[in-house]
C-alpha cells in the first residue's frame, strides 16, 4: 500500500477497511447474513453491487457510510464492522423504490438495528421514547405550554389526561410485557413502578 | 363511511393547531367528511422505534390500534406520514395468517383480537380485508376533490409560493401503499393550488426531510445537514412558506432551521393552510408553537387582500 | 402645533409594533393627530446611564434633540417614559441660564445653540419658553380627548381585563413634570375605558416595574424581584394584560416573567391597546417579538366578537 | 452585645456596620457631604431621619440597604460603606415624592452614582450602553430579528442605518469628547477607532 494508490472503501470507518485491509478472524461471523435474513433482511443475500442505492440514499452523500458497502460488508459477515451502519439510516426507502433488483436495503438496515440491540447496543432515544409511550401512551412527552394552548383552543385534554388512559396504558404496558420488549432494552412496563 | 381521526402523537402534544385545523376543515359546514374520534388510540406505534428495535411489539401495538377501528367499524384516517406508514404496514402484515395468530396471541390478554374489517358477502362465510389506512391527501384528492375545495375557497391564498414536501413515508415504500406515483407526486401541488397559491418546483424535491428513521434523535447534526440542503433549494425556489402533510418533517423543518443561518422558512401542515383558505381565523391555527414565524406569510397574506 | 414623533431607542430597536402602531393611530384616518418624524433624533439619553454618570454629558445630549426640535419648530411627542423624564428635565435644567450657557458652548461645537420655543410677544424682544415635551398619553387625553377616543372605536376590547401600569416616569417627579395627580392617576384608566375593556385595581399599581435606573441591567434578579411581586398582584386581579405607555416597563415584564414560573400575563404598549380598538389588524402590531405571548388575548377578544 | 440584643442596622452590610460597631478613621471622610451636594444631592444635610423614604422604597423592602440609613451614613461621611448602595435604586422618586421635608433622596442616590464613577467603580453596563450610544447613536444595538419585521412593516431603516446616521455621530461623538465623558468611563468616542 502506497501513499500513491487511492484507496478503494468498502464501508464503515475509512481508517479500518480499505480493499488492502486483511480481514481478521475475529472481524469474520460466517452467519451474519443468515442472521439478517432472521430479522427481515432478506435481499441481503441477493444483491448484485449496482450501487443504485448509494446512489439515492440522502446519508451516503453526507458521511463514510455507503449503502452499497453496507449491504457488501453483510454479505462478506464483517458483523463488527457495520453494527453501528444502520442508525443512519432515515428508512426512506429511496433505495428499495430505486433497486432495479428489487433488494429492500432500508429492511437489511431495520434487521441490522434489530442485531444491534440484541448485541446490547440500544440507542439512547429508543429507549427514551419506548419509555414515553409506556407512561403516557404517546412517544412524545407531554408539554404545560402546548396544555395551555390546547385550552385555548377548546381541543380537550391530551391522551394522557383522558379518563380512560389508565385502561389504555395497562393493555400497552401487558403488550410490552407479553413481546419481553421490557427485557429486550431494560426498561421497566409494569403499572405502579416509578422508574 | 365515516373515519376515525388518527391524531398521532406530534399533533396533539407539539402543535396543536393542527388538531384544530384538521377539525377545522372536515366540518360539516366546510368540506363536510363525516369523522368521529376515537379517543382510547394510542402510539401508531412509531416506526423509527418499535419497528427498528422489535417488529413483534411494534405489530401487536399497532394492531391494537386497528382493532379499535374494527370495533367502532371505522376506516383511520391520518394526518402523519409515520402513522401512515406504521398503521399501513401493520393491517397489511396481518393479512398473513401466521403474523395474524401470533399478534392475536399477545392481543388475547387486553381482551382483544384483529379479523379486520368486514367486507359484504352472499352470507354463507365472513370475509375481512384489511382495516383500511387514509392519509388525509387522499381524503382531500378521492373524498373531496379539488374542484369542491375550489369552490368552498374563501380566502385564495394569492400570490403565495410554495414549496410543497411530500415526505418519505407518503411516497415509499410505494409497494406497500401506493396513494400516487412516487416519482411524480402532484397530490399535495393540486390541492394548495386548488386554494389559489402558487407551487414551485424545487431540487430534491421528493427527498427526505433529515429527520427520519431516529436520525433526528441519534444524530441531530446529521439531520440537520439533509434538511439544510432541501432549505437551500427551498431559498432558491423563492418560496414562501413549504406545505407537508407530515407533523414529523414539520417539526425538522421548523426546528433545524434555527441552527442555520440566514434562512427562516417557515413550515405550516397542509391542514392548516387549507383551512387558512377555507377562511379559519390565523389565531386558532396554533401557530405560536411554531418556531419560525408564520406571521410574515400571514402579513403578506393581508397585505395581498388589502391590495 | 405639528408634534415631532421621538420614537427613542427601544421601540423602534426592539419593539417595532409600537412604532407602527403609533404612527397608525395618530394618522389622519384614525385620531388625526399632526405629527412628523425628525430622523436625526438619538438616544435622548437614557437616564440611568447618562444622568447617573454624568450629567453635563447627559444635558448636553438630550439639548441636542431638543434643537433638532427647535428648529424645526416641534414639540415633543414621546412614547417612552424614561425619554420624557429625560428630554422634559434638561428643558427645564436649560431654563438656568448658566446651565444653558454651559451646554450651548459644548453644541457650539457640533453647530447647535438651545434657545428654547419662541413664544408670540409684541415683537420688540424676542421670548422664549422650553421646548415642550408631551406624552402620548397627555395627546390622546389632552388633544383628542376620551370621548373622540371612544367614538372612533371600531372594535371595543369588551371583556377585557387590563391592569394599567404607569411607570414612575410618568409620575414621578412630580416638582419636574405633573401631567396629573401621581398618587391617583387615571389617564390611562380613562383612555382604556374608552376602548371598551375594564381595568382593574391592584396592589402596587403606583410602583415600580423594577426594572428603573440602570437595575435591571446592573443586579437582574433584584428587578426580577420586584417585577414578581407587581405580576403576582395583577395576577391576583385577574388581569388579561397590563397596558402601560413605556417600552422600557414593558420590556422587563415581557421580560422577567420568562423566569418566574406559572405566570404569563402579557404586557402591551398604550399604542398597540389603542390600534386594536381603532381596529388595526394584529399581524402588524410586532407581537411576535414578546416573549410573552399576546395571542391568548387577541383569541379572547375575537372569540368575544364571534360570540 | 449579646446574642438576645436585636442589632439596629443602620445601612450597609448587617455584619458589617451596626449601631454597637465602631466606626475607624479610614471609614471616615468629613467632606463627604459637601461632595454629594458638589453632584446635586443638596438635601442630603438637611434630612430628618423620618423614614418615610425607606417605607416607600421598592428596593429597601426587598435588600438590607434602606434609603434612610444610606442618608444617615452619608451624612456621618461613611463614603466607603456606601459607594456601591446606589445602583440598587430605580430612581422611581417615590422617596421625593413621600417626603414631608422634600428631601429628594433619588437625587442623593444619583451624586453618589457621579462620586463612584470618579473613584474608579464604573460598572459594566455603564460602559457598555455608552458604547452603543456612540457607536449607534442608540443606547441598543441593532438586532436582525427586529430589521427583518421592520421591513415586513415597512417602518424604514433604524436610525444607525438612515443616510444622516454618520453626520449625526459625529456630533454625538463630539459632545461625549467635549464633554471628556470618554475619559471619564475609559472608553474611545472617536469616530473611525474600532473598539
Not at chain 2, 384544530?20 to 363525516?34: G, H, I
Request: proline letters at 5%.
Amino acid at each position: 500500500m502506497t501513499g500513491e494508490t487511492e484507496q478503494t472503501f468498502i464501508g464503515a470507518s475509512r481508517t479500518t477497511v480499505v480493499e488492502e485491509k486483511v480481514i481478521l478472524d475475529e472481524e469474520y461471523d460466517p452467519g451474519f447474513a443468515a442472521e439478517i435474513v432472521k430479522y427481515g433482511g432478506r435481499d441481503v443475500k441477493t444483491c448484485h453491487q449496482c450501487g443504485n442505492c448509494t446512489g439515492v440514499c440522502p446519508y451516503s452523500l453526507k458521511t463514510k457510510y455507503k449503502t452499497r458497502n453496507i449491504i457488501k460488508m453483510c454479505q462478506l459477515g464483517l458483523k463488527s464492522l457495520v453494527l453501528h451502519t444502520p442508525w443512519l439510516c432515515a428508512t426512506c426507502y429511496r433505495c428499495y423504490e430505486h433497486c432495479h433488483e428489487d433488494i429492500n436495503a432500508a429492511e437489511v438496515m431495520i434487521a441490522l438495528r434489530h442485531i444491534a440491540i440484541r448485541e446490547g447496543n440500544i440507542p439512547d432515544f429508543i429507549v427514551r421514547v419506548s419509555k414515553n409511550v409506556v407512561k403516557y401512551g404517546q412517544s412524545i412527552s407531554p408539554s404545560r405550554e402546548v396544555e395551555v394552548l390546547r385550552e385555548q383552543l377548546e381541543l380537550g385534554p391530551l391522551p394522557y389526561a383522558r379518563p380512560k388512559h389508565a385502561k389504555n396504558n395497562t393493555e400497552i404496558q401487558h403488550i410490552i410485557r407479553a413481546t419481553n420488549y421490557d427485557e429486550l432494552i431494560h426498561i421497566s412496563a409494569r403499572p405502579e413502578e416509578d422508574e | 363511511m365515516t373515519y376515525g381521526l388518527f391524531m398521532g402523537c406530534l399533533v396533539p402534544n407539539r402543535y396543536p393547531g393542527i388538531e384544530w385545523a384538521t377539525e377545522y376543515l372536515l366540518n360539516k359546514k366546510q368540506l363536510n367528511v363525516p369523522t368521529e374520534r376515537i379517543d382510547d388510540f394510542t402510539c401508531c406505534p412509531v416506526p423509527g422505534i418499535f419497528y427498528s428495535a422489535d417488529k413483534d411489539t411494534w405489530l401487536a401495538l399497532a394492531a391494537r390500534n386497528l382493532v379499535l377501528a374494527q370495533e367502532n367499524e371505522k376506516e383511520i384516517l391520518t394526518i402523519c406520514n409515520g402513522c401512515y406508514m406504521s398503521l399501513h404496514k401493520a393491517a397489511e402484515k396481518l393479512q398473513d395468517p401466521k403474523q395474524r395468530s401470533k399478534t392475536n396471541k399477545v392481543l388475547k390478554g387486553v381482551g382483544k383480537r384483529y379479523v379486520g374489517e368486514e367486507i359484504p358477502t352472499d352470507g354463507r362465510i365472513k370475509q375481512y380485508r384489511p382495516i383500511q389506512i387514509k392519509h388525509l391527501v387522499e381524503i382531500l384528492i378521492h373524498d373531496v376533490g379539488p374542484e369542491k375545495l375550489e369552490e368552498k375557497v374563501v380566502h385564495p391564498l394569492t400570490d403565495l409560493r410554495v414549496a410543497v414536501h411530500y415526505g418519505c413515508h407518503y411516497l415509499r415504500p410505494s409497494e406497500n401503499h401506493q396513494i400516487e406515483n412516487p416519482n411524480r407526486p402532484r397530490y399535495i401541488d393540486d390541492i394548495v393550488k386548488a386554494c389559489g397559491a402558487k407551487t414551485v418546483d424545487y431540487d430534491e424535491k421528493l427527498s427526505c426531510c433529515g429527520a427520519g428513521g431516529g436520525v433526528r434523535s441519534h444524530v441531530k447534526e446529521l439531520a440537520d445537514a439533509l434538511t439544510e440542503d432541501k432549505i437551500k433549494s427551498i431559498t432558491k425556489a423563492r418560496a414562501d412558506v413549504i406545505v407537508t402533510g407530515c407533523p414529523f418533517c414539520l417539526l425538522q423543518f421548523d426546528t433545524a432551521q434555527s441552527s442555520l443561518p440566514g434562512v427562516n422558512i417557515p413550515a405550516i401542515h397542509l391542514s392548516s393552510f387549507v383551512a387558512l383558505a377555507l377562511g379559519a381565523d390565523p389565531l386558532f391555527l396554533g401557530f405560536d408553537l411554531h418556531n419560525i414565524s408564520v406571521n410574515p406569510l400571514l402579513r403578506k397574506l393581508r397585505r395581498g387582500a388589502i391590495a
